[in-house]
């Protein structure tokens, strides 16, 4: 290969370290090779560098934020189930589920109070209505998908249940007394015995069993004759021809009154929960 002079062009000579035109040096520095292994080793190194550890402690992080999450939502579950109430979680209460029975002077009305807060009634004999559903909130029972509320009070060892209305209410009745069926038997009629007063026409109560309350007890008249009672002080306790809205024991001096008519009148009282005869008397008004 022809070398030429870097500075004035001339053909050199073969093996000359200087220019024969223009005497300047013309010996070539020599070439090195590039050496490219080292860039690939950096490469490799950058390729074989781990995963960065941070996304593995983001993994952990989550899992147990997701732990946390579940453990407190069992726990609510437990704690709305050991609370009870009126909620999914909690089952009807016991002392109500059930058939009863509400002796009236036809013939038996049964209640059937379903474990899961249905409540079914009709008379003995006859077809079941759903009327649905019951609750109980506190100390109140609430009954037709909560149209009515009724304060509660159990006797009897659990077999009776009286149900007094909250509030006033021209739809609903305002006292209901239902005896566990089958269990009839096993509450005590009470003994109570009246005298007739003719010149006052009053039937006066003269002895009485404890804890006798006139809610408990029905009184008939026939023919039909407006009647009131009064306690031993005078004071009336109800209504005309009511008894279901009073609150207190029958007691000895307590008396009834019969206005309005004239003529005999046959008067029955009857006492609800045991569907029993406490007696009749005849009183000329």
Known sequence: MTNYCPHCAVELIPGSKFCSACGKNVEQPPVTNIQTQPQHQEEQQQTSVPPSTPLKSRKKLIIGISA???????VSIFLLYLLGGTNSFSSADSRFVGDWEQNTLESPFLWKFNSNSTLETGFSGGAMHNNGTWKVKDTQLCLYNNAVCYTYEFSNNGNTLTLNIVGISDVYP?????????????????????????????????STNANTKWRDIVITTSPTANWEVFNVHNVALAKINITATITTDVTVGDYIVFVDINGDVTVTMKYIPTNSLLGTWIVNV
Do not use: F, H, M, Y
């Open 174 to 206: 305002v006292n209901i007394i239902l005896t566990k069926k089958g269990q009839q038997e096993i509450n005590l009629t009470p003994d109570v015995k009246c005298a007739i007063n003719t010149s006052t026409n009053r039937i006066t109560v003269t």
């Open 68 to 74: 946390i999450i579940i453990a407190v939502i069992i």
